[in-house]
């Protein structure tokens, strides 16, 4: 008499145990994917110098070619809800790693083999273009996986894409010093970037997302229902009346400023402001990004005890502290310092943004849509801000900019706070 009872316990459980395993492959592919998109980033940043060098371009020009990469990342955001509702995750993915996959080739070609400014400003907007909505995708199916599995994951996975900046960091110091070409480096990290992110999303639901639902069926269902364009416009629209995702997304600009400089500048600068090698400042960005992870990866357990609001403040704090040794280092051990306390202070600020915006499930895409938005401006206004100011009087005097925005993402922090929180 217990056989049947005990099968159909059995039975009973093997759905959730299905399920379980099901959230926790899906977690894995967007760890990965978090990985590979901070990959390709680091590769083209820790090659810029060599690129400056290649096309003999003055600091304002550098910027002018990174707002290729800040233009299309913007453009990238805005098709990234169409592309989800679209196509659905899996397929939207890799529509947006292949652009930018041929993005990097682009660059790669027009900094080695074409000498054309033109041609490496084509490449990286499209560069930005796949990253932009990569961006979007993955944050998106990170907080449904978040849910999901009930665990806070989005700092951990944004340590994943800071590994993905370290290791892409590794290569690119070890390219620079085997005197590999930046096209046939860019053209292996495009090639595997693509085959990694082609395998991992089969892992992922093939659900529909819709701006005005959020991630729909995450478990996995098929048949959700697509919006119309002008439900998606009306939702879109409707996130930027509110007065705290305006106040999320002051968080994530200024904290984004601070990384987004870092990954444009901080090699640059420890080149010109400190007299490195192209080496030595593929160095010191690798640094700057082991620091952002180390902080994403404790980041989940300390807010967990802590609070956002107390560890934002505190992040903003670091940052500055960090940004003030960097600039005003007179020793290897100032400069080395300064970017790991840049790099922390700047770690949780993107990710915490994120769950805050995904806090309210319905409209979760337009809100993580719009939040990431305000975050990208950073990298938008950036690299030619900074590039104009460090023409003028100095690539470590340009980086003072970057205080005031940390200040003011760390009195907007309150807006973080969790719903739920006593």
């Known amino acids: 008499m217990t056989a049947p009872s005990e099968s159909t316990a059995a039975a009973g459980a093997r759905p959730g145990a299905t399920e379980r395993a099901g959230a926790l492959a899906a977690r894995n592919a967007v760890f990965a994917v978090f990985f590979v998109s901070g990959l390709g980033l680091a590769s083209w940043v820790a090659r810029i110098p060599a690129v400056r060098d290649s096309l003999r371009l003055d600091t304002a020009l550098v910027g002018v070619l990174i707002f290729g990469l ?26 947006s790693i292949s652009t930018s996959a041929i993005g990097l080739v682009l660059v790669g070609f027009g900094a080695t083999l ?4 033109p041609l ?22 990170g907080a449904a996986v978040e849910r999901t599995i009930g665990r806070t994951l989005m700092p951990l996975m944004h340590a994943c894409f800071s590994l993905g900046t370290v290791v892409g960091a590794l290569i690119g110091a070890a390219a620079s010093a085997l005197s590999v070409s930046v096209f046939w480096h860019l053209l292996v990290i495009a090639l595997l970037a693509v085959a990694t992110v082609v395998v991992a999303v089969r892992s992922l639901p093939e659900a529909q997302v819709t701006p005005a639902a959020g991630p729909a069926n995450a478990s996995g269902g098929q048949g959700a229902p697509r919006s119309t364009w002008r439900t998606r416009l009306a939702a879109s629209l409707s996130v930027w009346t509110d007065g705290k995702i305006l106040l999320i997304g002051a968080i994530v600009l200024g904290m984004t400023f601070a990384e987004g400089s870092a990954n444009d500048w901080i090699a640059l600068a420890s080149v010109d402001g400190h007299g490195l090698s192209n080496t030595g400042g593929a160095i010191v960005f690798g640094v700057f990004v082991a620091a952002m992870t180390v902080g994403r990866v404790l980041g989940g357990p300390v807010i967990d005890r802590f609070g956002r609001v107390p560890v934002l403040r505190a992040c903003a704090v670091v940052g500055v502290l960090g940004l003030l040794l960097f600039v005003l280092a007179t020793g290897p051990w100032m400069l080395y310092g300064g970017a790991v306390l ?6 949780l600020g993107f990710p ?8 309210d499930t319905e409209n979760a895409a337009a809100r993580v849509s719009a939040v990431a938005m305000i975050g990208y401006f950073a990298f938008l206004v950036g690299p030619p801000v900074l590039g104009i100011l ?11 900019l970057i205080l005031g925005l940390m200040a003011l993402a760390g009195l907007a922090a309150p807006a973080a706070r969790e719903r739920h929180r006593s």
């Open 342 to 347: 840049w790099g922390i202070g700047a770690s």
């Open 352 to 359: 915490v943004g994120m769950s805050a915006a995904a806090d």
């Open 120 to 141: 490496v400003f084509a490449g990286l907007a499209l560069v930005g273009l796949g990253m932009g909505s990569l961006d979007v995708m993955m944050n998106v199916e």
């Open 70 to 95: 800040s233009a299309g990342s913007v453009l990238g955001l805005g098709a990234a809800v169409r592309l989800l509702d679209r196509f659905g995750a899996p397929r939207a993915m890799t529509i």
């Open 390 to 400: 460090g023409q003028a009087w100095g690539i470590l005097n340009a980086l003072y």
């Open 114 to 117: 074409l000498l054309s400014a």
